[in-house]
């Protein structure tokens, strides 16, 4: 049974940084590129990052490129999200999804 347990996310200032983790189970989670995905208010699910299974190959959605990373640690079956310079537009939940999987989400709320 797969499991995808989001966590990290809280209330941050403009400019501030988060850590998301991301603890996978249920499948051989060094097999399979990983995502990161967001919902904003009122707004539908966007593409954040993609990470390939060793590590080795990244992408990011053009609004967080540069100030978001995503790394993983196999050992752990863990993916996080580095967050920096956060902005009031990175208000969202965020999941972590694989395989049409999604966890329950983290709630990330960026305000003075």
């Known amino acids: 049974q797969v499991h995808l347990v989001e966590s990290g996310g809280g209330l941050a200032q403009p400019g501030g940084s988060l850590r998301l983790s991301c603890a996978a189970s249920g499948f051989t989670f060094s097999n399979y590129a990983m995502n990161w995905f967001r919902q904003p208010p009122g707004k539908e699910r966007e593409f954040v990052a993609t990470?390939?299974?060793?590590?080795?190959?990244?992408n990011y959605a053009d609004s967080v490129k540069g100030r978001f990373t995503i790394s993983r640690d196999n050992a752990k079956s863990t993916v996080y999200l580095q967050m920096n310079s956060l902005k009031a537009a990175d208000t969202a939940v965020y999941y972590c999804?694989?395989?049409?999987?999604w966890g329950q989400g983290t709630q990330v709320t960026i305000s003075s």
């Open positions: 990470i390939s299974r060793t590590g080795s190959n990244t």
């Open positions: 999804g694989w395989n049409g999987y």
